[in-house]
């Protein structure tokens, strides 16, 4: 068995060379950089700014620091980044020209399709003329129930030529998801699919789109990609006639400030809808651009595969690839269909260079004993990304054995909140089995112990995941957070300083478990808070308890993740109302109902019934407790349970 920490792989000092990392950092090693990075953030920045070419007005300011002394969490939120800058994220995406191919969309199905350079900027310039001879103005919402296709890309730009923010969700989600999310934003316009295919079966949306339709009103247009005989009980608009309606000359993307919003994406807590997080432009393209050319080495001409769905955060991190010049190769559908070699026969017939996936995918590969370094021509592929839950040290070594013995496996972590990473790869230093390379350049990330004391040089201890200083990406807060439509980032709602700030005043903390290593990286134990976050995709507990305490049987329900076989699972215990029994039969339709009301991945791995629910004794029912208890951690604040004998019950129950 391998251990971790165990060396797997170590560039060569010709690789090394090579990277836009040592271009970048010139005689500083990576610890110095880093340092730099963050005892210098303006000058780090700014050469970042400057390196990896953002196209825009940069301004003189690079950062603006206000005062809080009694707040220190508020100084924190409200650091703004290039306060003068202007720029368009279109121009930035869209500055290459070309028959090259700038999108490959390929499916299940075996379908391709391309957008070359020059094909996506006049199809993006009339689509968002479109948008805008239909009413849609700076500000106004934007919103796509799409798989991952061109069109879901086409749409994002168009509404950011004309300032128009835009939010998607896969249309693997139930109608009630999308409505929990989508509704909060008042979305002018709403692009949709007809159908999608996942594991050789084609899913209708039609009468789902039908009641999300009908239950977010603020539309004034809904374009509907797929088939163009649509039912005469929808209101329809099919998306390439409307693209064609627009005659007049193609829109010339517009610059806005730094701080302007891009895109809403969503986080869900353990009570309520799911929160909106509203994401800035320049923050969120000037990490992505970071991370991509100085941790994973992307370059113009390079072919970038991530295995996502339009409803996860990576899915924002793939398309601004095209803002290194880089070919961006989407895949819908499942990744281990018609078997589990089908995402490597896609990096052998695309050329792919980066390949990303989840740590759950590399695990499920490794089991299945597949070899491609033996079937599949991989030699183009220089960088495997991993992320959405820790990847084990065996992940590890089956890639290096079975996949590629030269490929940089970078296992990075950050999260849907800042869109970005706190800890990455780098390649020009060494992999470690089980463990994250390096903190990413210009993030104070740290890891806290439970008084914030740090953890630095106390390897293998794990605490809190933290970052000490502000860094662009910030968002600039929850939609709705104490005032009508968009947040206030100098003055953040409660929701939001509660979620990031509550616990280390000045400090954001993010919900993740992690120790440093001693060998200058980190390794992720798995989340620290209640937010469930199985395959990388984060889900709150609030969703799935409206679907299943509807049912008649269940009186009152809790559900809390477990730590297994190198992921998260979801555990739901319920209790039973008084003659109710359970049975595979309640157990199968309390399933059914999570996943058309939520998403595949809100189905519970397994189901138990308990006599009692652990609560608080003001009957307030404790996830974190039993979440902690199950995955062999301290129980915190026992004395505040009324009866901890039932955190006992669930823990046998599991055995």
């Known amino acids: 068995m391998i251990q971790r920490g165990e060396i797997l792989f170590t560039p060569d000092l010709a690789r090394v060379g090579r990277t836009q990392l040592k271009e970048f950092a010139g005689t500083r090693g990576f610890e110095d950089l880093h340092s730099?990075?963050?005892?210098?953030?303006?000058?780090?920045?700014?050469?970042?700014?400057?390196?990896?070419?953002?196209?825009?007005?940069?301004?003189?300011?690079?950062?603006?620091?206000?005062?809080?002394?009694?707040?220190?969490?508020?100084?924190?939120?409200?650091?703004?980044?290039?306060?003068?800058?202007?720029?368009?994220?279109?121009?930035?995406?869209?500055?290459?020209?070309?028959?090259g191919e700038a999108i490959v969309a390929i499916d299940e199905t075996g379908s391709r399709v391309i957008r070359t350079w020059d094909e996506l900027r006049l199809r993006v310039a009339r689509l968002a003329g479109a948008l805008e001879e239909l009413g849609v103005v700076e500000g106004d919402r934007v919103v796509a129930w799409l798989p991952n296709g061109i069109e879901a890309i086409e749409i994002m730009l168009a509404a950011s030529s004309i300032g128009a923010v835009f939010s998607s969700c896969s249309p693997d989600f139930g109608a009630q998801g999308v409505l929990d999310r989508f509704s909060q934003i008042t979305p002018k316009v709403l692009i949709a699919t007809d159908s999608y295919i996942y594991g050789g079966r084609k899913f209708d949306c039609l009468e789902r789109l039908a009641v999300i339709q009908t239950g977010l009103p603020s539309l004034i247009k809904?374009?509907?990609?797929?088939?163009?005989?649509?039912?005469?009980?929808?209101?329809?608009?099919?998306?390439?006639?409307?693209?064609?309606?627009?005659?007049g000359e193609p829109i010339v993307p517009r610059r806005f400030g730094f701080d302007h919003p891009w895109y809403v994406l969503y986080s869900s807590g353990t009570t309520g809808v799911p929160k909106?997080?509203?994401?800035?432009?320049?923050?969120?393209?000037?990490?992505?651009?970071?991370?991509?050319?100085?941790?994973?080495?992307?370059r113009a001409g390079d072919r970038v595969m991530y295995f996502t769905t339009t409803g996860w955060m990576m899915w924002n991190w793939l398309v601004s690839v095209l803002a290194s010049g880089a070919t961006a190769v989407l895949y819908d559908g499942s990744p281990s269909f018609p078997s589990m070699t089908r995402l490597f026969e896609i990096c052998e017939a695309e050329r792919i260079t980066l390949l990303g996936t989840s740590a759950k995918f590399i695990d499920s590969a490794r089991k299945s004993q597949i070899a491609p370094v033996t079937t599949h021509n991989l030699t183009h592929l220089r960088t495997i990304c991993s992320t959405g839950s820790p990847l084990a040290p065996?992940?590890?070594?089956?890639?290096?054995?079975?996949?590629?013995?030269?490929?940089?496996?970078?296992?990075?972590?950050?999260?849907?909140?800042?869109?970005?990473?706190?800890?990455?790869g780098d390649p020009t230093s060494s992999v470690y089995a089980g463990e994250i390379q390096r903190a990413c350049l210009g993030m104070a990330t740290d890891v806290l112990d439970d008084s914030g004391i740090s953890l630095e040089k106390n390897f293998d201890i794990a605490g809190e995941l933290v970052c000490r200083q502000p860094f662009p990406s910030v968002p600039l807060g929850f939609w709705g957070d104490g005032v009508e439509g968009f947040p206030n980032p100098t003055n953040p709602g409660v929701k939001f300083r509660a979620a990031y700030f509550e616990r280390f005043p000045g400090i954001w903390s993010h919900g993740d478990f992690a120790s440093w290593t001693n060998h200058g990286g980190m390794t992720i134990h798995g989340r620290s808070d209640t937010t469930l976050n199985p395959g990388g995709v984060r889900i709150g507990t609030a969703e799935i308890y409206r679907v299943v305490e509807q049912h008649p049987d269940v009186l009152e329900s809790l559900v809390f993740g477990q730590d297994f076989d190198n992921d998260v699972r979801i555990i739901l215990a319920i209790r039973l109302v008084?003659?109710?029994?359970?049975?595979?039969d309640l157990i199968a339709d309390l399933k059914l109902r999570i996943r058309k009301a939520c998403t595949p991945r809100h189905v519970p791995a397994l189901v138990i019934a308990v006599a009692d629910l652990p609560r608080t004794r003001s009957n307030k029912l404790v996830e974190l407790a039993v979440f902690d208890a199950v995955n062999g951690r301290p129980v915190r604040n026992v004395e505040a349970i009324a009866n901890p004998e039932a955190i006992d019950a669930i823990v046998l129950a599991l055995k």
Request: glycine share 8%.
């Open 36 to 99: 730099w990075s963050i005892t210098h953030p303006e000058d780090f920045w700014a050469s970042v700014w400057d390196f990896c070419g953002v196209v825009g007005e940069r301004g003189e300011r690079v950062i603006q620091r206000s005062q809080f002394p009694s707040d220190p969490s508020r100084e924190f939120i409200s650091t703004r980044f290039f306060p003068d800058a202007n720029l368009s994220v279109v121009e930035n995406f869209l500055r290459h020209t070309g028959q």
């Open 222 to 247: 809904t374009l509907l990609v797929g088939s163009k005989l649509v039912d005469t009980d929808l209101i329809l608009t099919n998306y390439e006639s409307f693209i064609s309606s627009y005659t």
């Open 394 to 424: 065996e992940g590890f070594k089956w890639v290096y054995e079975k996949v590629s013995f030269t490929v940089h496996l970078a296992s990075i972590s950050g999260g849907t909140d800042i869109c970005a990473c706190f800890v990455g």
């Open 276 to 298: 909106c997080i509203v994401h800035r432009t320049g923050g969120v393209l000037l990490q992505h651009l970071k991370e991509h050319q100085l941790h994973c080495d992307i």
């Open 578 to 584: 008084v003659g109710a029994k359970i049975s595979d």
